[in-house]
């Protein structure tokens, strides 16, 4: 639902031709202007003749009315009809326009819905717990009665006034809600995926059929958290990457986000994002009690919240490798490094003995000269000699060699005396 504060719109229905300002449908309801319009519908207000009541008609584009369509767009109104809460956009009527297509009459509402009015800003959060708290009790009506809505997000939570003046949280929006009714799953092919990717619980994109009222929880879990740190806990934005980054990354933890929050409400709001179905609340309604505690603060203290984590989300395909850059500086330092680290292993090691070879004594050169050197065992001659009183002489057994080879030698004298007085013949001069 769009504010009734917007301008009127030159043309009505541009999907539907046939139509123009002023006309009524079914004989009591004359359209006055255009609300909005979206990719299925257009939204437009009217006067009912009789009671003079404003309301808010939502009419099927006509290039979207095939039968699936035109079932899928019904059960809206089946699915909302049978709700009395407060906190939802109640059903009034059905029709269909001339060219055939049909259209739900709601109540009409004056105000905003979340994602404009909350556009950029930080919510305190007792206010947002309260806010959140009144769409549960919306919800908590329609999970009782087998409905899930699949498609919660700040464009369907419409904030308005009550009659008293207090604020007002209506839940819009039921086009493509779960009916566990006999015969409605039919509408619903299995594997199909349906909802607003950015909220949309893990489970959801496993298909449909997987989805139940955990799902919305999720959902109600991400807009407490952006309404109190003005973000989402996850950056993806493709549809790929977000299926990437619900399966491989927990979402950030509020108590980052935003540093003074209550524990007891960052434990609330943490156990909605639970990738595990079964560890959140079962229903909206069980939500709606945990928050109501904290639904009683200062509704005008706004937290501090951090800035987003600046990582890259994960994306399913596989990302071409970049180039990769030598590192140079650490290389040549580490290897510097390495060269230190040995030269200081080597000069520090111990060192072994040193080994002295010990040269082998110079042989002496044969003697030149013809000085004959003689034993200490004298050799006796056997040749006769005179008897007298001077000892006999001693024979040495020393021959006499030079390096140049036998030289005659001088027998003048045949014999010399030693130390002791005796007279030693000359070997070299015996016969």
Same mark, same amino acid.
């Given at each position: ?340 680290? @040995? #030269?200081?292993?080597?000069? !520090?090691?111990? &060192? /072994? ?5 010990? =040269? +082998? *004594? ?11 050197? @003689? #034993?200490?065992?004298?050799? !006796?001659?056997? &040749? /006769? ?5 001077? =000892? +006999? *002489? ?38």
């Amino acid at each position: 639902m769009v504010s009734a504060a917007k301008t009127d719109e030159p043309t009505l229905f541009p999907n539907t031709p046939g139509l123009r300002m002023g006309q009524v449908l079914a004989g009591r309801y004359a359209i006055s202007r255009v609300i909005g319009a979206g990719g299925m519908a257009t939204i437009v207000e009217a006067t009912h003749l009789e009671l003079g009541s404003r309301v808010a008609i939502k009419v099927l584009h006509t290039i979207h009315a095939s039968s699936e369509a035109v079932d899928r767009f019904l059960r809206e109104a089946r699915a909302i009809f049978p709700l009395r809460s407060e906190n939802v956009c109640r059903v009034l009527d059905l029709g269909r326009v001339p060219d055939g297509s049909p259209f739900i009459v709601m109540e009409f509402l004056e105000g905003t819905d979340f994602a404009n009015g909350f556009r950029g800003v930080q919510v305190a959060p007792a206010r947002a717990a309260s806010l959140v708290a009144q769409a549960c009790k919306g919800l908590a009506e329609a999970h009782a009665l087998g409905i899930v809505h699949r498609d919660i997000k700040p464009a369907n939570l419409f904030l308005t006034k009550s009659g008293g003046g207090a604020e007002l949280v209506k839940v819009l929006d039921f086009g493509i809600s779960k009916l566990r009714r006999e015969g409605d799953e039919s509408l619903t092919a299995e594997g199909q995926v349906l909802g607003t990717p950015r909220y949309m619980a893990p489970e959801q994109f496993g298909g449909a059929t997987e989805a139940d009222a955990r799902a919305d929880v999720w959902a109600l879990g991400l807009v407490l958290f952006k309404l109190i740190a003005g973000r989402l806990p996850y950056t993806a934005v493709t549809l790929a990457d977000i299926y990437a980054e619900l399966m491989n990354r927990a979402p950030e933890d509020i108590r980052h986000a935003v540093p003074g929050i209550d524990p007891g409400l960052a434990a609330i709001i943490m156990r909605c994002l639970e990738r595990d179905a079964s560890k959140r609340f079962l229903s909206a309604r069980d939500l709606g009690a945990a928050l109501e505690p904290f639904t009683r603060g200062r509704n005008e203290e706004v937290l501090v919240a951090a800035p987003a984590p600046q990582e890259a989300p994960p994306t399913l395909a596989d990302p071409v490798p970049a180039k990769r850059r030598v590192p140079w500086v650490p290389l040549l330092a580490g290897v510097a490094l390495a060269l230190l680290a @040995t #030269t200081a292993y080597f000069a !520090t090691r111990p &060192q /072994p003995a040193p080994i002295v070879e010990t =040269p +082998a *004594p110079p042989v002496p050169p044969p003697p030149v000269s013809t000085t004959s050197t @003689t #034993t200490t065992a004298p050799i !006796t001659s056997t &040749q /006769p000699v005179q008897s007298s009183s001077a =000892p +006999a *002489p001693v024979i040495s057994s020393t021959r006499r060699t030079t390096s140049r080879g036998p030289k005659k030698p001088d027998c003048s004298t045949p014999f010399y005396t030693n130390s002791r007085g005796d007279k030693v013949f000359r070997t070299e001069c015996l016969p």
